[in-house]
């Protein structure tokens, strides 16, 4: 019984940098991994980052370098800090938790001009 909320998304020029924020709130005793998926027209949903409640982290090879996921268990936040950002980055990016139910927050849209 989990709801996540995403924030952060907006338009940027290639190079640049946003910070996502999802916000975990509902009924739950404690949230396992948390992480990002992003899904461009045309393409498969894919994993960009995820983290375990413990700190562990995973990136996409394509995103390695660049993208940073961080998590705040005290706020139920999990953040993620993408620089050097490329056209190919543009996607909707949603929020993953498990608890250890799979739940998925709304997205939020991310788009790099270049």
């Known amino acids: 019984q989990v709801r996540l909320v995403e924030s952060g998304g907006g338009l940027v020029q290639a190079g640049g940098s946003l910070r996502l924020s999802c916000a975990a709130s509902?009924?739950?005793?404690?949230?396992?991994?948390m992480g990002w998926y992003r899904q461009a027209p045309g393409k498969q949903r894919e994993l960009v980052a995820v983290?375990?409640?413990?700190?562990?982290?995973n990136y996409a090879d394509s995103v390695k370098g660049r993208f940073t996921i961080s998590r705040d268990n005290a706020k139920n936040t999990v953040y993620l800090q993408m620089n050097s950002l490329k056209p190919e980055d543009t996607a909707v990016y949603y929020c993953?938790?498990?608890?250890?139910?799979?739940?998925w927050g709304q997205g939020t849209q991310v788009t790099v001009s270049s």
């Open positions: 993953n938790a498990k608890s250890p139910g799979n739940f």
């Open positions: 509902g009924s739950f005793f404690r949230i396992n991994d």
């Open positions: 983290i375990t409640s413990g700190g562990m982290t």
